[in-house]
Every structure is written in structure tokens, then in C-alpha cells.
T-cell receptor
Framework: NAGVTQTPKFQVLKTGQSMTLQCAQD?????MYWYRQDPGMGLRLIYY???????DKGEVPNGYNVSRLNKREFSLRLESAAPSQTSVYFC??????????????FGPGTRLTVT | GENVEQHPSTLSVQEGDSAVIKCTYS??????FPWYKQELGKRPQLIID?????GEKKDQRIAVTLNKTAKHFSLHITETQPEDSAVYFC?????????????FGKGTKLSVKP
């Protein structure tokens, strides 16, 4: 099992450009999450999906959109990138639909720089 | 909504000493408290978690205690080793949205000096 995979690993964008971060898991997990990690700020939830076909906003959803394409894949889209979106982005998945019932497994991260 | 405070932000100990990291949370409805370890350049990984129906849980050299009345929980690492050096994050469950999610503390950078 590959676990949780993310592409790309690194990306540099210019302000105003758009891009999609891809995430896939092969553990048959129900829930998937997108976090951003900034120095001194910990992990902040952007969006999550408790099951295929559903998505919910997290703490910091502004400037992002998500799509739960199927049970395996959960993508994060930046429509018009801004320097404030420079961060490391982690995708995670969990077997349970309820956060209190399961461990979250993280992908390796995508380091995004917006100039 | 839930707010999680984590202290200290940095912690340096000698190999073999104990390390304690503390977190407080604000939402009395929270009932799941995991701890994640993140080595430099790597992904976060769960090391231990506790649910609100227990006060303490141990796994070899690590333990977590929970005080629901005071709304705080702590990570204890005994007999620290250089490979324990990492950033540790606490988290608490939150029930905003349809299924809830985790709110993370800002992290503690632990350095274990040989």
C-alpha cells in the first residue's frame, strides 16, 4: 500500500495563477482532509470530506475549493493564488466518518510558494 | 469554536530526562485528544491518543493524561532519546460542520541533547 500520496511535491506559482493539488489514498478510507502548515501556526484545516460526495469547510477555507472525485481522490484547487497561500499543504485520510473515532494518516506534503 | 493552546513552544532536555508538553482546550464537548509527532521535513504521525472516558494512557515511554474538569491534557515522554527530537502537536476534536474535525495546537519543538 502506498498510503496517502500527493502531487506535486513542490510548486512555484505567480500571483493570480491557478493550480490543483492532487491527493489519493489506497486504504479505502471514508474521510479525507486538506491542511496547511505555516511556521508557528501548526496545522490548520482548509476543507474536509467525511464521505464521497460531501465536503465541508474547515478553519481557513477562503481562496480554496475542493473536489471529492471518488472515494480515493480529494483535490484542492487554488483559483487565483496569492502570496498568503505560500505554505506546506498536507492531505490526510481517516477510516472513520467521525473525527473522534479514527487516526488521521498524512501524505508527504506539497510545498507551495506564491511569488 | 474550539481553541487549543500548547506549551511550551520549544523544549530542550538531556538524553534520559523526561519531557512534558501541555495543552489546554476550550470546548467542553471535545472528547478525542490525539498527539502527532513530525520529524523535520516529514509528515505528521500519530503517536498516542486518548478519549474522554479515560484519564491516562501509556505506550512504552510515552503517556498522555487528561483532566476534563480543567480542560487540559499532557504528553509525557520518559527516558528521552535523540530520536525523540521532533515537533509534537496536540489536537482536540471539534464539532463544527457536519462531522467535526481536529483543531491542532501550534506545536512544541523538542530537542534531546546526547
Amino acid at each position: 500500500n502506498a498510503g496517502v500520496t500527493q502531487t506535486p511535491k513542490f510548486q512555484v506559482l505567480k500571483t493570480g495563477q491557478s493550480m490543483t493539488l492532487q491527493c489519493a489514498q489506497d486504504m479505502n478510507h471514508n474521510s479525507m482532509y486538506w491542511y496547511r502548515q505555516d511556521p508557528g501556526m501548526g496545522l490548520r484545516l482548509i476543507y474536509y470530506s467525511a464521505s464521497e460526495g460531501t465536503t465541508d469547510k474547515g478553519e481557513v477555507p477562503n481562496g480554496y475549493n475542493v473536489s471529492r472525485l471518488n472515494k480515493r481522490e480529494f483535490s484542492l484547487r487554488l483559483e487565483s493564488a496569492a502570496p498568503s497561500q505560500t505554505s506546506v499543504y498536507f492531505c490526510a485520510s481517516s477510516p472513520s466518518r467521525l473525527v473522534r473515532l479514527g487516526e488521521q494518516y498524512f501524505g508527504p506534503g506539497t510545498r507551495l510558494t506564491v511569488t | 469554536g474550539e481553541n487549543v493552546e500548547q506549551h511550551p513552544s520549544t523544549l530542550s532536555v538531556q538524553e534520559g530526562d523526561s519531557a512534558v508538553i501541555k495543552c489546554t482546550y476550550s470546548d467542553s464537548a471535545s472528547n478525542y485528544f490525539p498527539w502527532y509527532k513530525q520529524e523535520l521535513g516529514k509528515r505528521p504521525q500519530l503517536i498516542i491518543d486518548i478519549r474522554s472516558n479515560v484519564g491516562e494512557k501509556k505506550d512504552q515511554r510515552i503517556a498522555v493524561t487528561l483532566n476534563k474538569t480543567a480542560k487540559h491534557f499532557s504528553l509525557h515522554i520518559t527516558e528521552t532519546q535523540p530520536e525523540d527530537s521532533a515537533v509534537y502537536f496536540c489536537a482536540a476534536s471539534s464539532y463544527g460542520g457536519s462531522q467535526g474535525n481536529l483543531i491542532f495546537g501550534k506545536g512544541t519543538k523538542l530537542s534531546v541533547k546526547p
